[in-house]
């Protein structure tokens, strides 16, 4: 090894340390979870009244100072190291006529416990590679710029799920973790159904028209007018043949086998799932109908599905749980709420991640 080589060596080594230490910088109002006090010893003697009344008031202190942590840290319980970015699915948005929200109460649910939550809003119709450069510009041009952190935590819905991993793909050195919810990590059976019946046909044809308007309306209502749409794109890339091309390009997580468990960490980027099954969940949603609708025409090859993923489908990383009783709405407590009230409350699932991700120092 000649002294250029050995000069070289060092150079890189020194920047990939420099760029390890800049990359670990939380986002500004990060607080760090605190550690109770050490509780006061009593090593007076009994008929020492003065050493007793003594540690009775320093033990009084440790309470107060005890109950100040506690507090402190529920304020903080979702105060993540790192901003989260909630990433919207097909025909998606992040909030539309003030009141209307894809992941529905769910931002305001984890800033009541500091968390630093943004709601990107995406094409309503176009392919994970598209839309991931798009959440891409947005965590380097907004999220990153606005918080001071170097890397982002992505909980991805349906084809946010690959939108976000397409970002950890190209860039993992600004992604700590990307977490998939009911995500079409190997395609929707329902998309599957309509590309060998409706592509190519005139209802087909018709069809694609109307997606392509309500993504137009859809997106406009979001306050991005210049998106285009493309249906067609998006429902070819959901396939199931399309879904493996796309694992193969950005396998990080991938798992081991079909329904199977992932690597927990790929690239320094951690990966989780979750998922459900069910189609009528509230007699009161109207969506559930059109769930059973598309659940009832999907290919789903025997597994469980939620209206138009398959439970296997959602599989991804550490898998934390695929057998909750919602169907692909509820999964980010739409509509309006709407959800089986037996069941874990769709909120709660994010609450839980977010305060993993605070316990992993993520």
Same mark, same amino acid.
């Given at each position: ?6 000069? $070289? ?13 800049? #990359? ?18 009593? +090593? ?7 050493? @007793? ?6 033990? $009084? ?19 993540? @190291? ?21 992941? @529905? ?17 995406? =094409? $309503? ?14 965590? #380097? ?21 690959? !939108? ?15 977490? !998939? ?20 046909? $005139? ?25 285009? @749409? ?12 399309? /879904? ?11 798992? !081991? /086998? ?27 949603d109207v969506s559930d109908a059109l769930l059973a609708f598309t659940g009832a025409l999907g290919y789903w090859n025997g597994d469980q599905h939620d209206g138009l ?22 999964? =980010? ?6 959800? +089986? ?11 839980? #991640? ?9």
């Amino acid at each position: 090894m000649n002294m250029k080589q050995l000069l $070289a060596i060092i150079f890189s080594t020194t920047i990939l340390s420099f760029s390890s230490i800049v #990359q670990a910088t939380p986002h500004s109002n990060y607080v760090a979870e605190a550690s109770h006090p050490s509780a006061p010893e009593n +090593n007076c003697f009994i008929l020492n009244p003065v050493c @007793q009344a003594a540690y009775a008031l320093a033990y $009084a202190a440790y309470l107060i100072e005890v109950a100040a942590v506690d507090a402190q840290n529920y304020n903080n319980r979702y105060n993540s @190291q790192y901003p989260v970015v909630l990433v919207h699915g097909v025909s998606g948005f992040d909030q539309i006529l003030v009141f209307v929200e894809y992941f @529905q109460g769910i931002p305001a649910e984890l800033r009541d416990g500091n968390a630093v939550v943004y709601t990107p809003n995406l =094409t $309503a119709w176009e392919d994970a590679e598209v839309r991931g450069e798009q959440l891409l510009s947005y965590i #380097q041009n907004t999220v990153l710029p606005e918080t001071g952190a170097s890397k982002v935590n992505i909980i991805g819905h349906s084809l946010g799920g690959p !939108t976000s991993r397409y970002v950890a793909g190209v860039r993992p050195d600004l992604v700590a973790s990307v977490t !998939t919810v009911n995500a079409t990590n190997y395609g929707s059976g329902f998309a599957d159904w309509g590309v060998d019946n409706l592509l190519g046909t $005139a209802p087909g044809d018709a069809i694609l028209a109307i997606l392509n308007l309500a993504g137009v309306v859809v997106d406009a209502l979001a306050g991005n007018i210049e998106y285009e @749409q493309d249906a067609l794109d998006t429902i070819l890339f959901m396939s199931t043949e399309k /879904s493996v091309e796309f694992n193969a390009n950005f396998p990080g997580g991938e798992p !081991t /086998s079909y329904c199977g468990e992932g690597a927990a960490e790929a690239n320094g980027v951690k990966y989780f799932s979750w998922g459900s099954h069910g189609t009528i969940t509230n007699v009161l949603d109207v969506s559930d109908a059109l769930l059973a609708f598309t659940g009832a025409l999907g290919y789903w090859n025997g597994d469980q599905h939620d209206g138009l993923v398959a439970v296997c489908s959602m599989h991804w990383g550490d898998v934390i749980r695929d057998d909750y009783h919602m169907n692909h709405l509820d999964a =980010t407590n739409m509509l309006f709420g709407l959800n +089986n009230i037996f069941e874990t409350h769709p909120s709660t699932l994010f609450e839980n #991640q977010a305060s993993r991700l605070r316990g992993m120092d993520l």
